[in-house]
């Protein structure tokens, strides 16, 4: 599903590719060592900025060039391409209640097993992360008994070996890494790139593995994404989320160039929401070689994918965690209660991808 990392001429990179290179993060090479690395800038000027055209759209009527007022009743301006139908942009339409909540939630509820994450194949289950991290706690694999008795089926699955992890105390965490592997939680957390809700994706097969243990998507949830889902569907009829990927970001990180084509309905919308640091997504055709067309995803953001935008290659190359650009000071003081300290510290250099599919 995600496009392969592979370096090469540029010759000989598709459109989509080189657009990606050009966006992504890149440091300026630095002789010395004592001075922080610094980002190579990037001209962003030709960056769709949706909240700056609802801006000048609710002002005087005025769109750019290839970009369509969609009329549809809803209670905040939609806007759509000219050349991309079924793609839907629905700028700031999530309060800053909702962009809290839906951050807390795909930080602790929605990694915990039996949804699955990217760290299921290496450490089975983890339960409990955000807690373990906020902490101190760090990951201790156990020493293996090898009686073969003393066998907790549930502690082995996803890597189908009888390594167990467990979160332990700092301090005896030390102890016991003399002999044994450890990991902090904290780092985890760091390294956590996505989860599933509903029926799980299987990443390696690249299909949904419908035999999987799962949580139902949460009622409120389902019906957030009804209700965004609703301009991009026939009259008269609902979406009904039934999967979700949650995809976290950290600086640096990257969602390559893919398509979403393991829905068996296409003509249903992909609700796909922004949480945390802005971002530059990348929108291109039914084919790597069409140049794509990027824009602006803030925290509130929503985005439609329907109809004939469900075969366009799309993608994120690049996150924002500078205070200037990262655009999160109201999500910010949101979570300035000391007890949201851990919410805050990640939130900042963070973004989250919440992708409801039926
Ligand atoms: C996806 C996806 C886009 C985003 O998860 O399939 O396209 O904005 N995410 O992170
Ligand atoms: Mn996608």
Same mark, same amino acid.
């Given at each position: ?30 002789? @010395? ?70 951050? !807390? ?38 020493? !293996? ?7 907790? #089926? @549930? ?8 390594? !167990? ?10 102890? !016991? ?23 799980? +994706?299987?990443? @390696? ?5 419908? @035999? ?18 609703? #301009? ?6 609902? +979406? ?20 979403? $084509? ?33 824009? +602006?995803?803030?925290?509130? $953001? ?57």
């Amino acid at each position: 599903m995600y496009g392969s990392d592979r370096a090469g001429d540029d010759a000989e990179l598709t459109a989509f590719r080189k657009t990606e290179k050009k966006y992504k993060l890149y440091y300026e090479n630095s002789k @010395s060592t004592k001075k922080k690395k610094q980002p190579k800038q990037v001209d962003l000027s030709e960056v769709l900025d949706f909240k700056s055209i609802s801006e000048s759209f609710n002002q005087n009527g005025e769109l750019p060039p290839g970009v369509v007022h969609v009329n549809c009743g809803f209670d905040r301006p939609i806007f759509g391409l000219e050349n991309r139908p079924g793609f839907y942009f629905i700028p700031g339409s999530l309060t800053l209640d909702e962009q809290c909540t839906w951050i !807390r939630e795909s930080l602790t509820n929605f990694p915990q097993p039996p949804n699955r994450t990217n760290h299921n194949v290496i450490y089975g289950p983890i339960s409990n992360l955000f807690v373990a991290a906020k902490e101190g706690k760090v990951f201790v694999e156990e020493e !293996r008994s090898d009686n073969g008795l003393d066998s907790e #089926p @549930s502690a082995s699955v996803g890597n189908g070996d009888s390594h !167990r992890w467990k979160f332990y105390e700092e301090d005896i965490a030390r102890a !016991r890494g003399k002999t044994c592997k450890t990991v902090p939680a904290s780092v985890l957390l760091r390294k956590l790139r996505w989860s599933t809700l509903g029926l799980q +994706f299987d990443w @390696s097969n690249r299909n949904y593995a419908v @035999s999987l243990p799962h949580n139902k998507i949460p009622n409120a949830l389902c019906r957030l994404a009804k209700r965004m889902a609703e #301009p991009a569907m026939p009259i008269g009829e609902e +979406f009904r989320p039934e999967a979700a990927i949650v995809n976290y970001f950290g600086s640096g990180d990257t969602l390559g160039g893919h398509l979403d $084509d393991m829905e068996a309905d296409w003509s249903k919308p992909i609700v796909s929401m922004s949480f945390g640091c802005k971002a530059i997504f990348l929108l291109g055709g039914k084919s790597r070689q069409d140049e794509p067309l990027a824009m +602006f995803l803030r925290s509130g $953001d929503v985005l439609l994918m329907a109809g004939e935008a469900r075969e366009c290659f799309h993608g994120v190359p690049r996150i924002f965690t500078d205070e200037e650009n990262a655009e999160i000071t109201p999500l910010e003081l949101r979570f300035s209660d000391e007890d949201d300290r851990c919410f805050l510290d990640y939130i900042r250099t963070s973004r989250i991808n919440i992708n409801i599919r039926q």
